[in-house]
Each structure stands twice: as C-alpha cells, then as structure tokens.
T-cell receptor
Framework: GQSLEQPSEVTAVEGAIVQINCTYQ??????LSWYQQHDGGAPTFLSY????GLEETGRFSSFLSRSDSYGYLLLQELQMKDSASYFC????????????FGKGTTLSVSS | DSGVTQTPKHLITATGQRVTLRCSPR?????VYWYQQSLDQGLQFLIQ???????AKGNILERFSAQQFPDLHSELNLSSLELGDSALYFC????????????????FGPGTRLTVL
C-alpha cells in the first residue's frame, strides 16, 4: 500500500517556529508537495520538493530527504491566520499526476 | 479564488439515492481530479481525467463513476448512497496530465458537502 504519516496535531504560539514532519511509503516518488486547508475550505498549494534540500517561500520552507523518505514543512514567525490543516502529498507515478495525501496536521496558533 | 468551480455547494439526500456533482476546471487545465474528504480519512484520491480520458484511479467505489466532457467539465456520479458517503467532495484541476515537470500543483474548487441521511 501507499501511506504518508504526519502528526495529527501541533500547537504553537504567535511568533514561534513550528515543523511538521511527513514520512512516506509509496510505490514511486515524483515529488513531495504541501497544501494548506483552512476549516472546510479548499486546499491551497504551498510548496513542492522534487530534489533533496530546502525550498524557501517567504515564511514557509519545505525540506526533502529522498533517502529517508522524509520531508518537513517549516513555518516561521507564526501568525494566528496560520491556524489550519497542513497536508503533505506525494506523486507516486511518473506517468500520471495524481497525488496521494497524508491525513493532515492541524496547527493551532495561540496568542 | 482558484478558478475551479463546483456545484452544488451543499447536497442533502437519503440513503439509496443517486447524485451528480459537477466541476468546471480552470481555463486551460486539461486534468481534473476528484477527492473525497471525510473527518477521519483526510483527502482520498478518487479518480483523474485528462482531456476526456480516464488517467488514474484511486480508492473509488464501484458505486461511483465519473466522466469528463469535451468542454473539459467533469461530473462525479454517486449511486446507492450510504451514510458513510457523507463527506466533502473536492474537484481539482491542473494543466498537466502526465510526466513533464512542473510543481505538481493542483488547484482545488470550494467543494461539495454531501450529507446522506
């Protein structure tokens, strides 16, 4: 089977840094993506890693280690509006672009 | 606003019934994906269409079917509905359908919330 594991919940305070980990076990690997979803809303794309290393986009960074089948999303200078669910997703097939998603991590940011 | 539209927003129906969910992708996107999101299951990939043809299948039940029309809009048909089918159903679109680089970014619609009573 194919699975992505991520913590179910993370809590932090405003201004802090939080890391959301994702480990994957899939039939193939053609990139790790991260999506954000506010309560019941549409998931929105945050970042993508195809190669090992760190990708930075403003306050958010994403890291990938293909040898460890592991990645993480790093959120810095947390704001209340960052309270949301965060999903990691893997594209397992070269010939297709369908994604397999983790079950999501709910981030709660308090003041 | 992602540019992906879904109708209806909410749907309430009874067990055993059949419903059709509709999705219009972003202008120019050839791929449409359907996902089911239940409380405890996260986003489950159901099926992908690319330019009118089925491209990939996920955990889609036999009671469910989908198609993509020549104008690229897609419909997801759910039949013999059960209580457990109550969920948020998302449609997403992307320009790609196969390998070819890019960021694997998919653009999600606002979803259809299905309640089966």
């Amino acid at each position: 089977g194919q699975s992505l594991e991520q913590p179910s919940e993370v809590t932090a305070v405003e201004g802090a840094i939080v890391q959301i980990n994702c480990t994957y076990q899939t039939s193939g690997f053609y990139g790790l993506s991260w999506y954000q979803q506010h309560d019941g809303g549409a998931p929105t794309f945050l970042s993508y890693n195809a190669l090992d290393g760190l990708e930075e986009t403003g306050r958010f960074s994403s890291f990938l280690s293909r040898s460890d089948s592991y990645g993480y999303l790093l959120l810095q200078e947390l704001q209340m509006k960052d309270s949301a669910s965060y999903f990691c997703a893997v594209r397992p097939n070269q010939a297709g672009t369908a994604l397999i998603f983790g079950k999501g991590t709910t981030l709660s940011v308090s003041s | 606003d992602s540019g992906v539209t879904q109708t209806p927003k909410h749907l309430i129906t009874a067990t055993g019934q059949r419903v059709t969910l509709r999705c219009s992708p972003r202008s120019g996107d050839l791929s449409v994906y359907w996902y089911q999101q239940s409380l405890d299951q996260g986003l489950q990939f159901l099926i992908q269409y690319y330019n009118g043809e089925e491209r990939a299948k996920g955990n889609i039940l036999e009671r469910f079917s989908a198609q993509q029309f020549p104008d690229l809009h897609s419909e997801l048909n759910l039949s013999s509905l059960e209580l457990g089918d109550s969920a948020l159903y998302f449609c997403a679109s992307s320009p790609q359908g196969a390998s070819g680089g890019g960021t694997n970014e998919q653009f999600f619609g606002p979803g259809t919330r299905l309640t089966v009573l």
